[in-house]
């Protein structure tokens, strides 16, 4: 009895630390992830903890957030907290203007996606790029 309590107690640990950055998954955002890969980069210091304390700040946020990329040199960062940053980019041969919308559950979509690429790879230094459709425009992303 002891065993099984002492092992659902670790297991709901486990799920709290994990669900940091989970938001709301119900909460349908602006944005569809819609490639990832990863960087490489060996001056990547963003470390998870990093990245979930962004994800606190962001999840006390209530509204959603209007990027406008126009007459940038076509990359912003959209948040930086504790090093963690999470980048922004638009493909320059789109027509339209590089404006859209981004959801509080599609930044906390990504930077939860990067923590959990690097739980699964075993390292603590968050580092994740990837594409996605915000809004109907084609968005570049960087968590690092």
């Avoid at 009895?1 to 940091?20: E, H, P, Q």
Wanted: proline share 1%.
């Amino acid at each position: 009895m002891k065993f099984t309590s002492l092992t659902i107690g670790c297991l709901a640990a486990i799920a709290i630390a994990d669900s940091i950055c989970a938001g709301d998954k119900y909460d349908q955002g602006y944005c569809q992830i819609t490639s990832v890969e990863t960087i490489d980069d060996a001056d990547i210091t963003r470390t998870i903890a990093d990245c979930e304390r962004l994800c606190e700040n962001i999840a006390d946020h209530d509204g959603d957030w209007h990027v406008d990329l126009t007459g940038t040199s076509n990359n912003v960062t959209l948040i930086n907290i504790n090093h963690c940053r999470l980048k922004l980019a638009w493909s320059m041969d789109q027509d339209d203007l590089p404006e859209f919308r981004v959801a509080k559950q599609d930044i906390l979509d990504l930077v939860d996606g990067a923590i959990i690429f690097a739980e699964a790879e075993g390292v603590d230094w968050v580092f994740l790029k990837g594409n996605m459709t915000c809004d109907g425009k084609d968005v570049s992303w960087w968590v690092a």
